[in-house]
């Protein structure tokens, strides 16, 4: 073996002074913080899970009431008077075929109401 060279005697000379340093009682684990039992890390998990708690049942409440009966649903739109519905292949055998009106005449124009706008002169 070599001998070792000053600046590694200097660093060996280094690290042991360091290391005698530390005692046992450096090394021994340290006691839990004391304090307040509430840390605001605490109080912002809280918060926060309440927030996204409150967020859901928002969410749910909407959409189970955004379905409501009290809507008013749009009308469905209105079969055109031209077109005849299909003609049944079974002959019917309860009065006159004229006893019925028929299916292909325009049905009667309601009356007139009054809901114009009046012109301006």
Same mark, same amino acid.
């Given at each position: 073996m070599s001998t070792p060279s000053p600046t590694e005697e200097r660093l060996r000379a280094a690290?042991? %002074?360091? %290391?005698r340093l530390i005692d046992a009682h450096d090394l021994s684990p340290h006691r839990p913080p004391t304090?307040? %039992?509430?840390? !605001?890390?605490?109080?912002?998990r809280v918060v926060s899970a309440v927030a996204v708690t409150v967020a859901a049942a928002a969410a749910v409440a909407f959409l189970l009431l955004s379905g409501s009966p009290e809507? #008013?649903? #749009?009308?469905? &739109?209105?079969?055109?008077?031209? !077109?005849? #519905?299909? %003609?049944? +292949?079974v002959p019917s055998t309860h009065g006159s075929p004229t006893s019925k009106p028929s299916p292909t005449s325009p049905p009667a124009t309601p009356p007139a109401t009054s809901t +114009?706008? &009046?012109t301006q002169p």
């Open positions: 690290l042991d %002074a360091r %290391a304090g307040p %039992a509430w840390g !605001t890390r605490r109080i912002r809507r #008013p649903h #749009p009308t469905p &739109p209105a079969r055109d008077p031209r !077109t005849s #519905p299909p %003609a049944s +292949s +114009s706008v &009046p």
